[in-house]
């Protein structure tokens, strides 16, 4: 139990249904009852745990607004501590006004995730579920919020924690051999414990691998849209987004800035950039234009470099052509114009190319299975252990080279007291993951980013 009862509005601040003021600590009802009076006259503090009663908040006789008190009695908690939520009308004055009655009331104001803080330090959930909560809160899509969910189900600790109990075991055993070290101790044959540290190498590894298609799951890919003016870019990208989000005319340089939308394509977000048609001008406005588009090529994960096939490529195309990466796709636009065999692909030099009318809305399925191929969606399924954050990768990737240290080590004929070393340091990293053996500025560092009041 934490000595300080800590208090704060866990709903988004701004007009709404109802906000909650969340309290929770060993004084939590205490708390409550001194400024909700319950409209049937009974005392918080005759509740039992899962009891809602319908009230008013008071301070100092003055009713700030009417509600409903829940009360959680530790350990049935999310924190695991006493805890009250009360709700009230959802308005950014009345939830001020209701918040400052509870600390008036002896509350102090709670930290950055100070709730999951302590239902962590409580044992309610470990460090990579705790993790995965951020994850729920802020999903961009479907597949992100699945993947988070799983995470808070515990799918992530279970795959480590399977791992850390194969290497708890080799650890007894080791322990076994440095007593009795003429004995033949099970599981440290140097095949089958060879074997053994080959197959959880392999477990660590795919779950290196498992973050970064996550990642572009749950952030989306940043992906632009650039090539000349008039080619159909601002077309393609209202087709995308499916509304008019950019100016689609006939006069060239009409784009002048980016136009920026999120859009959702088969489970992938993609943040999308529509640019200034690349060209050489003399208008400065649109110079700055080209400028910024130019820029945005740089940083962009996924380029869309469109060419209107209905015309002659010029050498504003080939110089763009020139100035692709691996990671741009070539759009053939105007297909409905004109088709392929009309054209010299040989320019575009063997890349990927796919045909499209952006206006027809033709060749688009193409477009969305190259993008589900380029995040490897395909050999991805979201049931997965997908690691989540950085930390948690950093983490797998220290116990996946120990492992790898400790491969070597046995291959090279060392005792096993040496690849025992290395073992040990694999546990403690997977064991700072699921937060079973962390720093407290470790984990200080994971519940900052928390937003105040979860
Ligand atoms: P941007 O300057 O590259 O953004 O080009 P726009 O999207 O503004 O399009 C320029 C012109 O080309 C407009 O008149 C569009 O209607 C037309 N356009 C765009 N895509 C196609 C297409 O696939 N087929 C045809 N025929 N016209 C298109």
């Known amino acids: 139990m934490s000595e300080k009862t800590i208090a704060a509005i866990s709903t988004p601040l701004g007009a709404g249904g109802i906000a909650v003021i969340r309290i929770s600590g060993d004084d939590a009802v ?13 005392s918080l503090l005759s509740l039992k745990g899962y009891t809602a009663s319908y009230g008013q908040i008071v301070n100092n006789e003055t009713v700030i607004d009417d509600g409903v008190a829940l009360v959680f009695l530790s350990p049935k908690s999310y924190t695991g501590e006493n805890v009250v ?11 001020r006004d209701a918040l400052r009655t509870v600390l008036d009331a002896g509350a102090v104001p709670a930290e950055n ?15 990579a579920a705790a993790e995965s909560i951020m994850g729920i809160i802020s999903a961009k899509n479907e597949t992100a919020l699945k993947i988070s969910r799983n995470a808070k189900e515990g799918r992530i600790s279970k795959e480590i924690n399977s791992i850390i109990e194969r290497l708890l075991e080799f650890s007894a055993s080791m322990s076994v051999y440095a007593d009795y070290p003429d004995e033949e101790i099970d599981g440290l044959n140097p095949i089958s414990f060879g074997n053994s540290l080959g197959e959880i190498s392999c477990s660590l590894k795919k779950l290196i691998d498992s973050y970064d298609t996550g990642k572009i799951i749950r952030e989306g890919i940043d992906c632009c849209i650039v090539g000349k003016p008039n080619v159909g870019k601002s077309t393609l990208m209202n087709l995308l987004c499916g509304s008019d989000r950019s100016i689609v005319t006939d006069i060239a340089g009409t784009t002048r800035d980016i136009i920026e939308s999120t859009v959702d394509i088969d489970g992938i977000t993609l943040n999308i950039s529509d640019t200034a048609g690349i060209r050489k001008t003399h208008d400065v406005v649109e110079m700055a234009g080209v400028n910024k588009s130019k820029k945005r090529l740089d940083t962009a ?7 209107d096939i209905s015309r002659p ?15 741009s796709i070539i759009l053939l636009n105007k297909s409905d114009l004109c088709n392929n065999s009309q054209i010299d692909l040989s320019v575009f030099k063997g890349r990927k190319t796919i045909s499209i009318s952006a206006k027809e809305n033709s060749g688009i399925d ?28 950093d983490c797998v990737q220290r116990a996946y080279n120990c492992i790898f240290d400790a491969k ?43 937003c105040v009041g979860k």
Request: charged fraction near 30%.
């Open 301 to 307: 994960t996924l380029i869309f470099a469109v060419f």
């Open 113 to 127: 995730g100070e709730f999951t803080k302590r239902a962590f330090l409580n044992g309610k959930l470990d460090l």
């Open 366 to 393: 193409e477009l969305k299975k190259y993008i589900s191929d380029f995040v490897n969606i395909n050999n991805f399924s979201d049931n997965d252990a997908i690691l989540v954050s950085e930390r948690q990768r």
């Open 30 to 42: 205490k708390i409550a009852d001194k400024c909700f009076k319950s409209y049937s006259g009974k």
């Open 85 to 95: 939520e009360i709700s009230v009308h959802g308005g950014r004055i009345v939830a």
């Open 408 to 450: 070597n080590t046995l291959e090279a004929g060392y005792t096993l007291d040496a690849v025992g070393v290395c073992v040990d340091d694999c546990l403690a990293a997977l064991l700072e993951l699921t937060g079973k053996r962390v720093t407290n500025e470790v984990s200080d560092e994971v519940f900052k980013r928390f």
């Open 313 to 327: 490529f010029d050498n504003d195309d080939l110089e763009l052509i020139n100035s692709l990466e691996n990671n």
